[in-house]
């Protein structure tokens, strides 16, 4: 910080206003100087008061920019107080006073008081400290500010009383600074109320945020600690189904070898008979061949055996089974995040619910229903579920996976039923488990009871799956959506041709219905492997029409499964052969 008093002029003792340079290079206040010479011109001489260096002609001023701005800035600086009043009775110099007299109305430094003592030492006029007398006299009259006038809100002096401010409402300003004191203090112990309300305010928004902080803490460390425990439970789940998988794998070798080995003893017996009748054609002797010939009239069958058949069948799609169903769970367990997100953003605010610490998703799992049911009453016997699972679904029928119930709402299962079940006899069998655990009433319904036809009594379901289905519009040149249902592949099992059906979900209104061609080609949509695109004679209406469809599945597994079908589905009347349905 710049040194005040090098930036004090040696006449007024204050900082510097409008600060020139004269020749000797001592700097003063303009006014300061210019006045001192004044007093001097009558002379023809010019002294510097500092050096006193004298000069024969008035010296030329010089202003000092850099000093005044910094000068400026020191004025800001500084606080003002009442000590910076000159004295009026000094003429050479300007010195401070220190007392000032409210009846002459002047302001006296040290010796200039005394004199004013001296001068007037029989009247009383009243010193006090050195202040702003131009600020309490009146600026009409001259005269002292010593009332207050209520009604126009301002001080006044004797004569304004007598004037202008004439049958108003005046006191004294002792009287009004008083009572208004009164009322600043009361005001002064409002603020000060409200501080002290303010700052618990303050204190309990600190306890506030370090709560929130802690919470939030405290949450995120119990989500990790949960989810932790979610992969875990997924990990072992994974690894169980590894088991599974291997199992099944090592029991269909098993079975694929023991018919190896019944395949080769029979082609052994094969090559045997032929290696005898190669011996006994060239007999020449008739009789001798004619009593040989006996044994080998009894030709081979040209037919495979059933059981090789069948295992050829099933080796495409053993696995593929297992593969759907890890792919619903993907599914499912996708939707329940969007569903907790949701709940999450949309519930922020509301109270939580209260969880144990320890309560956490477990995975349990039925190594049985990993497998395509053929036998459910075998596989009755074989399944028992436990008693974290009695209200699940019983294997056969409903059971298969189960994520544990220890978080509320936070449970779902997969069926594993027999070919000849359908997913929505489950979800109605679960809508009438849940009605008897909450000890609601029950009514059946009546539809249940009676036969609807469908048209689709004489053909089998080779593909059965949940999707969005779209329709070109060539006259805006847009796909627009043509309804969300089951998609359904199904084979006539007289004709064996192949038609594609959709209905929607509820109103189980056709979107979809046409045959299933050789001509026929799939195309992948752009920006996405979950859709095929196609065209056909489309009679969902009335009339046949040439439409370009679209369909979306929620998995790429599912919508390659739907090529893999719609490409053999081409051919199967060509070839006239059932196809072989596919179990999701």
Known sequence: MTDQESLSCSICLDIFKNPVVIPCGDTYCKDCITGLWEQCDHLGLFRCPQCMQTFSQRPRLIKCVVVKELCEKLRKMRPQTLSD??????????????????????????????????????????????TDLQSKTCS????????????????????????????????SAADEREEK?????????????????????????????????????????????????????????????????????????????????KVQQEIAGMKMKVSELDQLMPTEDHIQFLQNS????????????????????????????????????????????????????????????????????????NPHSMMVNDEPDKCKETCSPSAEQSSSFQCGKQDVFCFGKSIAEFSFSFPCVAPSKSLSNLSHTSKIMNKKEQNVPY??????????????????????????????????????????????????????????????????????????????????????????SWSALDWTDVAVKSETLAVRFKLWETANAFKDIFEKAKDAKAKKKLLNPLKI
């Open 294 to 365: 006996s044994s080998h009239y009894e030709e081979p069958t040209s037919e495979k055996m059933q059981e090789v058949s069948s295992v050829s069948l099933n080796a495409n799609v053993l696995f593929h089974g297992v593969m759907m169903l890890v792919s619903r769970v993907r599914e499912r367990w996708m939707d329940v995040n969007k569903e907790t997100e949701a709940e999450i953003s949309g519930k922020a605010v509301d109270a939580p619910e209260t969880v144990k610490p320890s309560a956490a998703p477990t995975f349990s799992f």
């Open 140 to 171: 009409q009259h001259g005269k002292l500010l010593e009332f207050y006038c209520r009604t126009d809100q301002q001080c006044i002096c004797v004569l304004c009383g007598m004037n202008d401010h004439k049958n108003h409402d005046t006191v």
């Open 85 to 130: 009043v000159s004295c009026d009775s000094c003429t050479t110099r300007r010195v401070k006073a220190i007392k000032s007299c409210l009846t002459c109305l002047l302001s006296f430094c040290d010796s200039h008081v005394e004199q004013h003592k001296d001068l007037h030492a029989g009247r009383k006029h009243q010193l006090v400290d050195a």
């Open 443 to 532: 009514f059946e319904p009546l539809l249940d009871h009676v036969e609807i036809p469908t048209g689709e009594e004489n053909e089998q379901v080779v593909f059965s799956h949940r999707a969005k289905l779209f329709r070109f519009d060539n006259e805006t040149h847009q796909w627009k959506e043509r309804g969300v249902g089951e998609l359904k592949i199904l084979q006539n099992y007289e004709s064996k041709r192949v038609r594609l059906v959709m209905r929607r979900d509820q109103v189980l209104k056709l979107c979809a219905n046409h045959w299933i061609t050789s001509n026929m080609t799939l195309k992948p949509m752009k920006g996405t492997e979950k859709a095929w």
């Open 181 to 261: 004191q009164s009322t600043l203090m009361k005001t002064h112990e409002t603020f000060l109320q409200k501080i002290r309300d303010r700052e618990e305010d303050f204190k309990e928004l600190t306890k506030a945020e370090e709560t929130v902080k802690h919470s939030a803490q405290t949450t995120v460390a119990e989500s990790e600690r949960i989810f932790s425990e979610v992969e875990i439970s997924i990990q072992e789940t994974s690894a169980r189904i590894k088991e599974v998988i291997s199992d099944k794998e090592r029991a269909e070798l098993s079975r694929v070898q023991e018919l190896q080995e």
